[in-house]
């Protein structure tokens, strides 16, 4: 599996960024993976932004506050980030993730793009 995100950029505060993950090759078993993105700070845990699943059934870490919305094209095998309402907070390299349902401590990762927001 390649995750090939993309996207990223610098915004000013208040502004809004789409990124854009794709995935390719065999996925998983079944096909049934949740896809999520990521995010991490120099010196700091790589966080939960937001995930959703095949059925499109998503959850957000407690930052995002209704700012952001995941969705996802299956026949895409793409996920995908609207940030809206960015804040200078929210700079950080934001990653995508496949994994299979319910195994959140396995999948792949993508290489990194950063978004950075200015005050």
């Known amino acids: 599996v390649q995750l090939q995100a993309s996207g990223g950029g610098l915004v000013q505060a208040g502004g809004s960024l789409r990124l854009s993950c794709a995935a390719t090759g065999t996925v998983f078993r079944n096909d049934i993976y949740v896809m999520a993105w990521y995010r991490q700070t120099t010196g700091m845990q790589r966080e939960l932004v937001a995930a959703i699943t095949e059925s499109n059934i998503a959850n957000y870490g407690e930052f995002v506050k209704g700012r952001f919305a995941i969705s996802r094209d299956n026949a895409k095998r793409t996920v995908y980030l609207q940030m809206n309402s960015l804040k200078p907070d929210d700079t950080a390299v934001y990653y995508c993730?496949?994994?299979?349902?319910?195994?959140?401590?396995?999948?792949?990762w993508g290489r990194g793009t950063l978004v950075t927001v200015s005050s």
């Open positions: 993730k496949a994994n299979p349902l319910g195994q959140a401590n396995s999948g792949f």
